[in-house]
């Protein structure tokens, strides 16, 4: 399916109404859809962000960049800039903060939460056996490749980066508010 395949939706009575291409719900006014990138042909042609000269041919989930063929991925029907081809995407969760250390991962979470973000942790719970002794440790849960991860939704993602980054780099307490 191309985007011009792909036809505005209709305006009706409802404010929502159905992606054509990933059948997540939308604004009846919307040029894009923010759950998988495709562009709707209400929207008109429109130039690529990092390529003036070609035609996008969506727009990346996480940033809203205009996009290309060239310069974006699809990866499971969603599109990403260069930037974010690399993000742990779950539904319309983002990935900002991964560990094999329970307790980072809190620290983590408790961090992103003190600062306003919404946060979903994967993979928190005990992994249930002992690993050559290890029991429920980094070790024991690098070794079954089971991290924690930490999830903040899509809009909040780059503020989060922010913050875990600045957290990381140990350069002060973060005062990082979602909105400023």
Not at 14 to 37: I, L, M, N, Q, Y
Request: net charge negative; aromatic share 6%.
């Amino acid at each position: 399916m191309t985007t011009s395949d792909i036809l505005r939706p209709e305006m009706n009575e409802s404010a929502f109404v159905s992606c054509p291409h990933c059948s997540e719900e939308v604004t009846a006014d919307s040029d894009f859809c923010p759950h998988c990138g495709v562009l709707f042909a209400g929207a008109g042609p429109v130039a690529c962000e990092e390529h003036a000269g070609k035609r996008a041919v969506g727009v990346c989930i996480m940033c809203h960049r205009l996009v290309c063929d060239e310069c974006s991925t699809a990866t499971m029907s969603r599109r990403f800039c260069r930037d974010h081809s690399l993000v742990e995407v779950r539904q319309d969760w983002a990935k900002v903060f991964g560990s094999s250390d329970i307790n980072e991962a809190e620290l983590a979470q408790a961090l992103l939460e003190a600062n306003g973000f919404h946060v979903q942790v994967l993979n928190a719970s005990s992994i249930g056996f002992v690993w050559d002794g290890g029991g429920d440790s980094p070790i024991s849960r690098s070794n079954i490749s089971k991290p924690v991860k930490v999830f903040v939704p899509i809009p909040e993602y780059e503020k989060a980066v922010s913050v875990i980054e600045e957290w990381e780099s140990g350069v002060g307490e973060s005062t990082t508010e979602l909105n400023p």
